[in-house]
């Protein structure tokens, strides 16, 4: 929206004006029935219309210097500071401002001036003001420089008048609730099956990421998700099974550095695996963030595993999968264990059809599994549609697994099993390896509505 200026009230008023000369001038012919004067009256309305196409095109023209000098302007306040802090609150407001809107962005800016320039190109929609107008308004409400609030609110004064005050209240009142998103990180380990056909000596995998703003969001409308590309990479490298526990660590590590500007908050990390990767321990992979300390992604981040099998177009209990899916949300409330039964890998016929029970959502597994792959209790999981299974991958010497994931699961609500989860692998470390179950604990939570795009 641009606000005042006086050439573009000017050329508004006079093309009002036009549009009343025309109407009155088309009232005429209706009514008229003398030739000489009808003819008159088309020639005026012909005069008439030119002019008006010559003002709407000088309208054009002055809203385009205008909206050119706003941008100039914008772009020289938020350069006038040498703050390198401050990028961080502009990416985020930019970033809020498409997902307020709705938009979706095939390109993905990385200075002021890139970002600047696309929001100038999102139409103004239902909102009533232009999503410059928003941005500099997240940006103003984050800010400590007073110098630059200050500049900036002329800004937005001169683009919306008496309008600036009440959007920034607008935005004052999105704060809260946006603080509250949870964000995730997808990272997906799928076999790379022409790499894997011509070795002979082992299997291939390749590595794909996507960052999820708002995982609620995502899951209502389909937005705020973007895939991570690592500099000098394409993203189809495939690495040797043999060679995963070193290249994944350094490969999440990496994906973390190019994602941590995007979010507030940390992001939930969902390692996605063949279901013969299922059982590996990717909650003790270390993190090299920099630091003396290489912290292990379970104790650092709230860890899940998924399948990714079920991504698959083929997956035939895609149904079942979303079905009990459903059923766990209204277990959300209840304490975690209510949701589970428990089984085992001694007989996988028995345990498919106690995991097909309709009210059946998850497997607490008493014992470490003895196999992977399709055929193992791993292939049940998928075979039945469980989302939601809890496992120990080694079995206890001074207690059972049995007994430990009970207690686990009667710790917390099933909402809040995640964060249980990550805080029985903290504690476990100042236990040795075969006292704690948080040293070995996995948990799968498979969501069929939080996967990247079919096109992905």
């Not at 990385?110 to 940006?139: D, R, S």
């Not at 002979?200 to 705020?224: C, N």
């Not at 660590?249 to 550095?257: A, C, D, G, K």
């Amino acid at each position: 929206m641009i606000g005042s200026h006086p050439k573009l009230e000017y050329l508004q008023s006079k093309r009002s004006g036009l549009e009343n000369q025309i109407k009155k001038v088309q009232a005429e012919l209706e009514v008229g029935t003398d030739v000489t004067i009808k003819d008159q009256y088309e020639k005026r309305l012909s005069l008439l219309f030119e002019e008006l196409e010559k003002v709407d095109q000088d309208i054009v023209d002055c809203q385009t210097k205008i909206q050119g000098k706003s941008i100039n302007d914008l772009i020289q306040i938020l350069h006038s500071s040498d703050n390198p802090l401050q990028i961080d609150i502009v990416r985020a407001a930019y970033l809020n401002v498409l997902r307020q809107r709705g938009w979706k962005n095939q390109h993905h800016p990385t200075t002021p001036n890139e970002m600047i320039t696309q929001l100038f190109k999102i139409p103004e929609g239902q909102f009533g003001y232009g999503a410059p107008e928003e941005f500099v308004a997240h940006v103003v409400i984050n800010l400590q420089d007073g110098g630059l609030i200050s500049a900036l609110q002329r800004w937005g004064e001169r683009q919306l008048g008496q309008g600036w005050a009440d959007l920034l209240k607008q935005v004052q009142q999105q704060i809260q609730p946006a603080q509250q998103t949870q964000p995730a990180l997808l990272i997906a380990i799928s076999r790379g099956d022409e790499a894997s056909t011509q070795s002979q000596s082992d299997t291939y995998y390749q590595i794909k990421a996507w960052l999820i703003r708002d995982t609620q969001d995502y899951q209502a409308h389909r937005q705020g998700i973007s895939p991570i590309i690592i500099a000098g990479m394409t993203g189809d490298e495939t690495y040797a099974q043999v060679d995963l526990p070193h290249e994944l660590p350094n490969l999440i590590s990496q994906f973390l550095v190019e994602s941590n500007h995007l979010f507030d908050s940390d992001p939930e990390l969902h390692i996605c695996l063949p279901v013969e990767l299922m059982n590996h321990d990717v909650d003790l992979w270390k993190l090299d963030d920099g630091g003396p300390v290489k912290p292990f992604l379970g104790r650092r981040y709230r860890v899940v595993l998924r399948c990714t099998e079920r991504w698959s177009r083929s997956y035939k209990q895609e149904k079942m999968w979303k079905q009990k899916w459903e059923r766990h949300k209204s277990l959300l409330e209840k304490i975690a264990c209510d949701a589970f039964i428990e089984g085992d890998d001694d007989d996988l016929e028995a345990l498919y059809y106690d995991l097909l029970e309709e009210t059946v959502v998850g497997l607490k597994v008493k014992q470490a599994p003895t196999a992977v792959g399709i055929n193992s209790l791993f292939g049940v999981l998928l075979q039945a549609g469980t989302p939601i299974a809890i496992w120990g991958r080694s079995n206890l010497q001074s207690t059972t697994n049995d007994i430990e994931l009970a207690r686990v699961l009667g710790l917390c609500q099933l909402s809040n099993l995640l964060h249980t989860v990550k805080e029985e692998r903290q504690k476990a470390r100042r236990a040795s390896a075969d006292a704690h179950i948080g040293h070995h604990l996995s948990l799968l939570w498979d969501d069929p509505y939080l996967v990247p795009p079919k096109s992905a």
